[in-house]
């Protein structure tokens, strides 16, 4: 299974702009499909947005459409998700994950798909 290491969360006003970064190692990136999922303290971990293998196809929240994008470069093993237009709501900490077995629709139906998990970074959206 692919290692992953996240990057690039921090502090941010409303409005602002953050790209997560996901670093993956140790398995075939290019047969993963990729997502992002978010937590905040006292809930269950959600889905954000999914990538497939080959990146052509894409899944976001209804929360997120039209303000993150997730991409993702297989020469470099990496996914992204620009995150646009942050509201305080988007707080939280995000995960990158993976599964080799799932769709992107098929990944987007819940973190229980994933198979790999990065260890999260934090994003704070607050003035």
């Known amino acids: 299974q692919v290692q992953l290491v996240e990057s690039g969360g921090g502090l941010v006003q409303p409005g602002g702009s953050l790209r997560l970064s996901c670093a993956a190692s140790?398995?075939?990136?290019?047969?993963?499909?990729m997502g992002w999922f978010s937590q905040v303290p006292g809930k269950e971990r959600e889905f954000v947005s999914t990538?497939?293998?080959?990146?052509?196809?894409?899944v976001y929240a209804d929360a997120v459409k039209g303000r993150f994008t997730i991409s993702r470069d297989n020469a470099k093993n990496t996914v992204y998700l620009q995150m646009n237009s942050l509201k305080p709501e988007d707080t939280a900490v995000y995960y990158c994950?993976?599964?080799?077995?799932?769709?992107?629709?098929?990944?987007?139906?819940?973190?229980?798909?994933?198979?790999?998990w990065g260890k999260g970074a934090l994003v704070t959206v607050s003035s």
């Open positions: 994950a993976g599964s080799p077995y799932h769709t992107a629709q098929g990944m987007a139906i819940g973190s229980g798909r994933a198979r790999s």
């Open positions: 140790g398995g075939t990136f290019s047969s993963y499909t």
């Open positions: 990538i497939s293998g080959g990146g052509g196809s894409t």
